[in-house]
């Protein structure tokens, strides 16, 4: 076995809704902890999953999934040769690793962000360097990134929006970045919950043209509301499309995501009807943690990372409560997907009352 690999550690995937429910002899559970969507796909998505019939299962899928690519190539307008489909985004970051990385060599990272980037990077035996975001903002420090980068360099990746702290750093600040980053640095910009932002301008898509070192990830797991048929893509330079797509297996999509992942991708109504439940739940949630002074970063997502003091206290009332949120990134922060406005509310009232019962234990 590699040693790198001998010494990783899994990514902790959620546990199954059902045992969960059973080891706390809960009636029901709001999974909160993993940024799904608590709405769902659109009911399009039934009938592309009917469209699949029994009849087509004996036959491989189309390898170049061209239904799906048409249709996120006119979405996003590229062309569709820039596109790389993936087992979700996770097989996107995947890939690109296996692409690019030599042993010894490392990627960049802002602290804290999503953690597949640091194990892919791992089993290639490179290094991460963590560039610590700013406490204050918690915005990415680009300053720190291009100070990180060395002869060794090969990828730096940005979660934008960020995960866990839901921060969306502006596309003319990661132009900024661009323009500073050696070409033989690869950019990956991932933007996994870039639908949930307020605004539609937040997209480095225009940059691709300009930059061949820029690769942007996108998924169809969170705003899409598909997560368990894992769809994601990726945007790119032809000629690096090219070479991933020689990287990654040949049928890696079936009928079901590509039929799927296209009814979802046409139905742009209903994913904006989707997002702006989440916005309005987003500005409710906000202003009370504001009103009721708790630390926690402006987000851009459908998750709010929140300081709380004990996470692990906090997850575990929660639990209790049937109210799955996520208290394991961090000793201090929780990460809270928002849901419906019911268990929105929920939660709020159990922000507070949790505070008060540590006031209580904990005099000052
Ligand atoms: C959820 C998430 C992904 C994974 O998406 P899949 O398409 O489900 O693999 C990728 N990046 C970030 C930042 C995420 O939070």
């Known amino acids: 076995m590699k040693k790198s690999v001998a010494a990783l550690k899994a990514y902790q995937a959620e546990q199954p809704l059902a045992a969960i429910k059973d080891q706390y002899q809960l009636e029901t559970l709001a999974r909160l902890s993993a940024n799904e969507s608590v ?47 993936g087992v979700g985004a996770d097989e996107l970051i995947q890939l690109l690793t ?21 194990i892919h990077a ?10 610590a975001i700013d406490a204050s903002t918690g915005h990415v420090d680009f300053e720190g990134i291009l100070a990180a980068v060395d002869d060794q360099t090969s990828m730096v990746w940005l979660a934008n929006p960020n995960n866990p702290t839901g921060v969306l750093e502006s596309a003319a600040d990661i132009q900024g970045l661009l323009q500073q980053l050696p070409e033989s640095v690869y950019l990956v910009v991932d933007e996994a919950y870039i639908d949930f932002a307020d605004t539609s301008d937040n997209t480095v898509v225009p940059l691709l043209v300009d930059y061949p070192n820029l690769i942007i990830l996108r998924t ?78 402006p987000s851009q997502t459908n998750f709010l990372w929140v300081q709380v003091g004990d996470a692990k206290r906090y997850g575990q009332s929660f639990l209790k409560e049937g109210l799955q949120i996520s208290q394991r990134l961090s000793p201090s922060w929780v990460r809270i997907t928002l849901g419906q406005p019911a268990d929105n509310e929920r939660m709020r009232q159990l922000l507070v009352k949790i505070r008060e019962e540590n006031k209580e234990e904990k005099p000052v």
């Open 39 to 85: 709405y769902g796909p659109t009911p399009k998505v039934k009938e592309a999953l009917a469209a699949v019939t029994f009849d087509r299962l004996n036959y491989y899928p189309d390898g170049s999934a061209q239904k799906l690519r048409q249709a996120v190539a006119q979405l996003n307008q590229v062309d569709p040769e820039m596109l790389v489909f």
């Open 98 to 118: 296996r692409l690019a990385l030599e042993p010894g060599q490392n990627i960049i990272v802002p602290a804290p962000t999503f953690g597949e980037y640091a």
């Open 122 to 131: 791992q089993i290639e035996q490179a290094e991460t360097k963590s560039v």
């Open 220 to 297: 169809l797991s969170k705003a899409y509301g598909l997560a368990n048929l894992r769809i994601g893509y990726g945007m790119m330079d032809t000629a690096l499309a090219q070479k991933l797509n020689a990287v990654r297996l040949p049928y890696n999509l079936s009928d079901f995501q590509i039929e799927t992942g296209t009814a979802a991708v046409l139905d742009q109504d209903y994913l904006q009807k989707t997002v702006a439940k989440v916005q309005a739940e987003r500005n409710k949630f906000e202003d009370f943690l504001r009103e009721n002074q708790f630390e926690f970063y």
